[in-house]
């Protein structure tokens, strides 16, 4: 059994900063991509940032210079630096993996329950 357990979550101010840690666990033979997406009340889940297994990450604009992603590869963990936070980034905020399991010939997707990050004065 796989999990992704997301911590760091919280209620912050305007120009505050938290940090997001997500942490996968279970018969895992390898992962690949590692990321964030985030989702508000009656909107579809956005993805926030990607890290990819060759290094490479990807941002959405909105995020782009105040969000970083992280990876320890020995932890199996993904972090996510959110600095200058805005009220718009408000929103349940969920951990994502593709993960190819022992005995497994495919990688497949596997997400967090999510943890709320509130921006407000």
């Known amino acids: 059994q796989v999990q992704l357990v997301e911590s760091g979550g919280g209620l912050v101010q305007p120009g505050g900063s938290l940090r997001l840690s997500c942490a996968a666990s279970?018969?895992?033979?390898?992962?690949?991509?590692m990321g964030w997406y985030r989702q508000t009340p009656g909107k579809q889940r956005e993805l926030v940032t990607m890290?990819?297994?060759?290094?490479?990450?990807n941002y959405v604009d909105s995020v782009k210079g105040r969000f970083t992603i992280s990876r320890d590869n020995a932890k199996n963990t993904v972090y996510l630096q959110m600095n200058s936070l805005k009220l718009e980034d408000t929103a349940v905020y969920y951990c994502?993996?593709?993960?190819?399991?022992?005995?497994?010939?495919?990688?497949?997707?596997?997400w967090g329950r999510g943890t709320q990050v509130t921006v407000s004065s």
């Open positions: 890290s990819t297994s060759a290094g490479n990450t």
């Open positions: 994502y993996a593709k993960l190819l399991l022992w005995g497994r010939k495919v990688a497949y997707d596997y």
């Open positions: 279970g018969s895992i033979f390898s992962i690949y991509d």
